[in-house]
Each structure stands twice: as structure tokens, then as C-alpha cells.
């Protein structure tokens, strides 16, 4: 065959399946399984550790011709049954949501979609409008307000920390950069690590985040805060920043909101609230109450994938000024020129609100978790936690072995086994390798302690019967040398 001869089409590839029904038949296997995992996620062991065979497959080089589709399946398929457990009712550990089965549903509609929510004129941008302003009515915020829906509490603490930071610099931050500045700021000593991390981020420092004593109830100490703000301008340091934490990751307790917002205003300090899991308390008639204040923040860093189930991972921020959170993230290069009409209308573009462009469609899990179940449930749950946390702390403190060592006000009882740290970190980890339960362990007044958190809607009051009789047999077989 000479030159001219040759066929002048040539072949393409795709990604597409070769065989669309063996896909459809392999896809509602997968669905099959995954309604099975979640009809039967109160069976079973919460936790099983990896087995090793399965590490090592997952260690192994990749060659060039791949698997193909039945191997990467069945692959799949048997990482199945060894997730973190939040899944299983007796999960407590650190905070995680548990997850819904319906969530399975919008996560199939955002992946069959793709689209991609960094902007540009398309359904998934009016989603997750309405999720922000769903958001922004829970809390009483202003119409002008703004939100973004992000991975979590982390990424949405670092955007309101940054237009929090621009701000007090009229934005000039954004070209020059942070040297020479002595910005400071306040969080409690019982914040999460993501507030420093935020600082560290930022170009803030880490020492620039000044850490404020608490109270006996683990709350920000105001009296020490208006000290430390004093201190500050005394020493030529400029305050710009309180960050209140409503549900702190130790026990659970809330800074006292109106008086930090009486100072921030008096001071001209920005107010942040990390209400990570505890902010979604807004919704529990039983809780709302102590979260007066939180209405008057300039933003709010809060997760669905903690109190409100959303299946990994969701979290909003959330900001009073749309403005200034415009203003902290907006830029505007040629390639994403907006347009009137088109696919590049529909200013503004989350993007313009945010570090990340390409987004996933993380917006319609979250719609789709609030409409289905409606503020109203979600919030009877949290209350149901709440009482079950209250629950455990009678029968903790009817037990003799048992000792509580901080207050339950939300969701969080942490308490210690008659004996030493060695024997209670030993325990915590049996019920966990043991499948019955998956506690974690903190240190509370430098104290190690077993750690009980229930964000869980699957969490029986039986569950925490069980937990305190597992606890008292394991400790009692452990203290017997
Ligand atoms: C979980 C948590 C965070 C971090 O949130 P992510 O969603 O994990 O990034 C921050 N603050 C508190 C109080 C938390 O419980």
C-alpha cells in the first residue's frame, strides 16, 4: 500500500466501556453491594484493620496496560468492609458524621454529571446557591452574605481567615504580602489545630494566634481574652481576629458568644465562629439556645459531613460581607472573562470565592441530605445525641470504676477506668480492635482520658449500655496481673 492509499480516518479511543452491558451489570453489582454495606451497618465489627495481603496488593507498581475492568471491580469491591467505621452506630472517635444511604443516590447524579462548579452558567451553580442561602437562614445571617461549600471546617477556616486578614488591611495584603505586619489574633486553648494551621498558612504565624485560657467549663475565659488584647496594643501588636469555637473537639463546650462579640465590636475585631460540628446545633430545639451570639459573627466554619451526615466530605463558609469575601478571592484573567449570556455567564463564579477553580458537585449531597430530611429531623438527632451523651454520663457516674472529668453540654462525655493512662489507653484500644466500639482518647486538664462523641444516627441508648459493660470487663480482665 503506497502513502496515498492509506485509509484517511484513523482510529480514536475512548475511556467508554467496549461492552455497555457488562458495565451495567457490573455497576448495579457495585450498587447492590453498597446498599448491603448500609443496610447492614449496624451488624458486624465497627472497625477491622486492613489486612495485610490487601496492603501489599495496594503497594504494588502499576503497569502500562492497567487491569482492566473485572480486576479494578473486584478490587474495589474488597475494600468494602474496612472503612474508618463511622458507618456502625458504636463509632465514637474523634468527630465523624455516620452517612445516609440517600446520599449514595446524589453522589451517582454528581459523578454521572462531572460538572465542574469552580463557575460558568449550569444547574449545579443555582444548587449550591440555594444550599448557602439554606445556610444563611439557619443562622440568621444578613441577605448580603455569602457562603462557599468546601471540603470542610479546615478549608472554610482558612477562607474566613483570610478575608478576615484583607480586610483589616484594606486588601493590600493580596499584592504586597504579609511582611512587616504584627497582626494578632484570639482563639481558646481548647481550639482545633486548624486555626493555627490557618495562621501558619497565611503567613500569620503560628505565634501570632494567641491561645486564651479557659474556664472550668473548657469556654474562653473573657476576662483573660480583654487582657491579652490589651497586652497586645500596648505592645504595638494589632489585634484582628477572634475566633470562638462553638463545640470544642475535647469536650464539647462553647465559648460564651455574646460577650466575644461585645469585644470584637468594641476592639473592631473580626468575629469567627468554628462550629465545625457543634454550629449545626442551631437546628436542635433542645441546644439552640446556647448558641445565642453565634448570629453575630462575620463568619462561620462549619462541616455537614459531622452533625448533619453528609457523606464525606462537606463543609460551608459561610460570611456576613459578601463583599469582603469577594473581595479576599476575586480575580479576573482573560481565560475566565464572564459573559452575559452563554456558559460563561452567571457572575459570580465560586471561584470568586475561593482558592480552589475546579470543584466537584460536592453542593447537591448536602441539598440533597436538608431537603430530604428536612432542618427540622436533622435537628431532633442532634438532640437525641445530646441526650445520649447525658445518658452515658449518669450511667458513668453511677458506676464505681468510673470516674467523668469534664461537663457534658453537647455531645461529648469523657471520663476515666479506675486505674492508670497505660490501662485506659489500653482499653480503648481492645474495644477497637476488638470490633465492639471505637472510642478515642484525649487529654483533659493533661489528663488522658477515654473519650465518647456521638454524632451518630445510628447510636441506640443499648449501644452505650454495651460500651460501659465492654469497658468495665476489659478494664477489669487488663487489671488483673
Ligand atoms: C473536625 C473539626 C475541625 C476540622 O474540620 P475538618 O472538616 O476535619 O476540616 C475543626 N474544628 C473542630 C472543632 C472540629 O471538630
Not at 79 to 95: A, D, E, I, K, M
Not at 187 to 196: F, M, R
Not at 234 to 242: H, N, S, V, Y
Not at 325 to 333: D, E, K, Q, S
Amino acid at each position: 500500500m503506497s502513502e496515498d492509499t492509506k485509509p484517511r480516518i484513523k482510529q480514536t479511543e475512548t475511556l467508554d466501556p467496549k461492552d455497555w452491558a457488562a458495565f451495567h451489570a457490573d455497576a448495579h453489582r457495585m450498587l447492590d453491594l453498597a446498599l448491603e454495606k448500609m443496610m447492614t451497618a449496624r451488624e458486624g465489627r465497627v472497625w477491622t484493620p486492613f489486612p495485610d495481603p490487601l496492603k501489599s496488593r495496594h503497594s504494588k507498581d502499576l503497569s502500562g496496560a492497567g487491569f482492566g475492568p473485572e480486576k479494578t471491580q473486584s478490587q474495589i469491591e474488597a475494600l468494602l468492609p474496612y472503612g474508618v467505621g463511622n458507618t456502625h452506630p458504636r463509632f465514637f472517635g474523634w468527630v465523624h458524621g455516620s452517612g445516609t444511604p440517600s446520599n449514595l443516590i446524589a453522589d451517582i447524579a454528581a459523578s454521572a454529571m462531572n460538572a465542574n462548579c469552580g463557575g460558568r452558567d449550569h444547574a449545579a451553580i443555582y444548587v449550591e446557591r440555594q444550599v448557602v442561602a439554606w445556610c444563611r437562614d439557619m443562622f440568621d445571617f444578613p441577605e448580603t452574605s455569602s457562603g462557599l461549600v468546601v471540603s470542610g471546617t479546615s478549608m472554610a477556616t482558612l477562607i474566613a481567615v483570610k478575608a478576615a486578614r484583607d480586610k483589616v488591611q484594606a486588601f493590600s495584603a493580596r499584592q504586597t504580602g504579609m511582611s512587616g505586619t504584627k497582626l494578632v489574633g484570639y482563639t481558646s486553648s481548647e481550639a482545633h489545630s486548624c486555626i493555627a494551621r490557618t495562621f501558619d498558612i497565611l503567613g500569620l504565624g503560628t505565634d501570632a494566634l494567641r491561645k486564651v485560657a479557659v474556664n472550668d467549663a473548657f469556654q474562653m475565659d473573657t476576662d483573660a481574652l480583654q487582657t491579652a488584647i490589651q497586652a497586645d496594643m500596648d505592645a504595638g501588636f494589632q489585634p484582628f481576629l477572634i475566633a470562638a469555637t462553638v463545640g470544642t473537639v475535647n469536650v464539647g463546650s462553647i465559648d460564651p458568644l455574646l460577650e466575644i462579640s461585645k469585644i470584637a465590636t468594641k476592639h473592631d475585631l473580626w468575629m469567627h465562629i468554628d462550629g465545625a460540628f457543634g454550629a449545626c446545633a442551631i437546628l436542635a430545639d433542645g441546644q439552640k439556645a446556647k448558641l445565642d451570639g453565634i448570629e453575630a459573627a462575620d463568619s462561620i466554619a462549619f462541616d455537614f459531613h459531622k452533625w448533619l451526615h453528609v457523606n464525606y466530605d462537606a463543609g460551608l463558609a459561610l460570611m456576613r460581607s459578601e463583599e469582603t469575601h469577594r473581595r479576599a478571592f476575586a480575580a479576573n484573567p482573560d481565560y475566565l472573562k464572564r459573559a452575559d449570556e452563554g456558559l460563561a455567564a452567571g457572575d459570580p463564579w465560586p471561584v470568586d470565592y475561593g482558592p480552589e477553580l475546579s470543584r466537584s458537585f460536592r453542593a447537591l449531597k448536602v441539598w440533597a441530605q436538608l431537603a430530604e430530611h428536612g432542618p427540622d429531623k436533622l435537628g431532633r438527632l442532634i438532640d437525641q445525641n445530646c441526650d445520649q451523651a447525658q445518658y452515658l454520663a449518669e450511667l458513668v457516674d453511677a458506676h464505681p470504676k468510673l470516674k467523668r472529668v469534664a461537663p457534658v453540654d453537647l455531645n461529648i462525655c469523657c471520663f476515666v477506668y479506675n486505674g492508670d493512662e497505660a490501662l485506659n489507653e489500653k482499653i480503648v484500644i481492645r474495644l477497637q480492635t476488638d470490633g465492639i466500639a471505637a472510642p478515642s482518647t484525649t487529654r483533659i486538664n493533661g489528663q488522658l482520658a477515654i473519650r465518647v462523641n456521638i454524632t451518630n444516627h445510628r447510636t441506640q441508648y443499648s449501644d452505650l449500655d454495651l460500651l460501659v459493660a465492654e469497658i468495665i470487663r476489659i478494664g477489669d480482665e487488663l487489671s488483673v496481673v
